[in-house]
């Protein structure tokens, strides 16, 4: 199953239509009283969400093997899923082996996870410096935990992959804004799957 992430300049292209936007930041530091009155909403993070953003939403350079672990250790405090003992491989390869695995022509893409074999990502991605692309890296890692984890098994194959991208650009924005990122990404699509196939 291919699970691209694709991308051009900000504007994302993939099988449907994705967008960025730079938005407010959605955390909001202030004091932690007001969180405890009765009624009132709070946008403060968690501890834990907090010490995300400080491993991973700074462009400091953190080794691949140690910001894996990091990704993992974020899916496990902003997913259900069970995270497993071993990391997915990670390989930087040419642009066009991105394309090959992602889209079998020429195309934006610029990482993609394929089942069994790990997370390709375009060797122009940086994720070891660059808070964005950890969040591309992270879309393709949960891909892996999905796989790792049987979810959505039972359904037809165009079903189960629209419901796993929908999943992935999800936890991936949520990631961005618990790092305290402006960027964006959302997912759409329309009918996963054409009821008179499969």
Not at 29 to 48: L, M
């Amino acid at each position: 199953m291919k699970h691209p992430v694709c991308f051009k300049g900000y504007y994302w292209l993939i099988l449907g239509s994705i967008f960025i936007c730079n938005g407010l930041n959605g955390l909001v530091f202030a004091e932690e009283t007001t969180s405890k009155i009765p009624g009132v909403y709070s946008n403060y993070p968690s501890d834990g969400e907090r010490d995300l953003s400080y491993k991973l939403g700074k462009t400091h350079h953190i080794p691949m093997d140690v910001l894996v672990l990091n990704l993992l250790e974020a899916l496990d405090q902003i997913t259900k899923y069970r995270i497993p003992d071993a990391p997915p491989a990670i390989q930087k390869v040419t642009h066009s082996v991105v394309e090959q695995y992602a889209c079998q022509k020429p195309c934006a893409a610029l990482a993609v996870y394929r089942a069994g074999e790990g997370v390709y990502l375009d060797e122009s991605l940086k994720p070891e410096t660059n808070v964005f692309a950890r969040s591309v890296l992270l879309h393709e890692i949960v891909h892996y935990v999905q796989d790792m984890n049987d979810e959505l098994v039972n359904l037809k194959e165009c079903e189960r992959w629209y419901r796993r991208e929908q999943e992935a650009y999800a936890v991936q924005k949520r990631f961005l804004e618990i790092v305290g990122s402006q960027i964006r990404v959302a997912y759409s699509q329309g009918q996963a799957c054409d009821s008179d196939l499969d």
